[in-house]
């Protein structure tokens, strides 16, 4: 009894990995090139292969100590990556590049 309940825990763990990777890889896939140069961060082709490389393991190869090392990867691209991104590649909805804090930059007009 305690054993199937300790391989579904590892079940839902595998799986909570592998979608944190899958995420990350599409905000890495639909990030712009020259936003990752910007934002001064490792090159998109780096995150992408990274990121790749930890979708596949947590799909093909089932290694703990492997799939932990892409779950930092991902939390890493995640927290600090992807909003420095959004930051350079002004991620706010509705907004235009000239939008400040307080509101849009009309030019002093």
Known sequence: MLLAGFGTFLFLLNLAMLVIAV????????????AYRAADKQSKMFWL??????????LLVPM????????????????????ALRG???GRRGG???????GPYNGGR
Not at 23 to 34: G, K, N, S, Y
Not at 68 to 81: E, K, N, P, Q, R
Not at 96 to 102: A, E, F, L, M, R
């Open 64 to 83: 703990l100590f492997l799939q932990i090392a892409g779950l930092i990867a991902s939390i890493v691209f995640m927290v600090d990556v992807r909003p």
């Open 23 to 34: 995420v990350a890889l599409f905000f890495a896939v639909t990030a712009r090139e020259d």
């Open 49 to 58: 292969i990274i990121l790749g490389v930890t979708v596949a393991v947590n």
């Open 88 to 90: 350079v590649s002004g």
């Open 96 to 102: 235009s590049s000239s939008d400040g804090p307080y």
